[in-house]
């Protein structure tokens, strides 16, 4: 069945489906002021291991708290946990942040580029010399990232809705890679004609891992939208949230900060500033008003 169906069935199952994982996990709970529990999905690349444990250390020696990170495969996993207690912190996507605004606050956006703002990128195999939108892929085979992506999902759909074309009936397939690195690898292989992804992403890993990249292309690029945001859980006590926020934007103030930020391909955290992601809200907008 087409995935771009069962995304809002798939939302109304959120937290039933997210028990088994709540129930495995051994996590510090919201008392514990010394432990922070800080959510991330598979964004990072193949060195996220030791990437993590670095900037672990470097927010807890800041923080004077015990940093630990949780990865899932999925934002909906994560969204899930942070709004079950689960988790202090987390990266997520600018479209569960705009749409689940009683599970999360806006702690800090990453500055990317001296904006907290990025792009999504539609990639075709380097052989495609003629896709420039993605309206010219009727009936070929196409990768999402998330469902509850702006980049690799959102972004894509409603260019399709905006040019009068109804998503759910436009490809020939569709499939969701639940991870931003496996769009570009889903495409290389041929298992897709085309897909959908986060920008930064995809410029990281063209500056870091070149040969991933070398045989796709960036076939158009969207406008610029609010960059996926640090968020901590709504119920956080103020003392701990801002304790952790300025550890995150004082990062490119110090060393250690900046090897990780380095690492991360950015510049920097800035505080938070909820009017970036008015043009998320507004794809939202016509994602529930268009065909799906």
Known sequence: MSPLRNVRRRQVLRFALSIPILSSLKI???NDSATVAFGTTAVFLDDEINLLDRWSSELGNVCGA???FVQRNSYREIDDLLAAGRL???WVCGFPYVTHPHTMRLMAIPDYGGQPLYRSYLIVPRSDTQTTHITQLRNR???FSDPESNSGFLVPTTELIRAGIQPSRFFKKSFFT????KVVDAVTSGLADAGEIDGYVY???EKQYPERTRNVRVAWRSPQYGFPPIVGRH???????VRIQRALVGMKDHPAGQDVLQRLNLDGFVPDNDKVFDGIRRLVAILNSGPV
Do not use: K, M, P, Q
């Not at 639940?178 to 690195?181: I, K, M």
């Not at 119920?235 to 949230?241: A, H, K, N, P, R």
């Open 88 to 90: 202090d912190v987390a």
């Open 178 to 181: 639940y991870a931003h690195r």
């Open 66 to 68: 015990d940093v630990r």
């Open 141 to 143: 085979v196409f990768a």
């Open 28 to 30: 510090a709970s919201a």
């Open 203 to 205: 410029d990281t890993i």
């Open 235 to 241: 119920t956080l006590d103020d003392e701990s949230f």
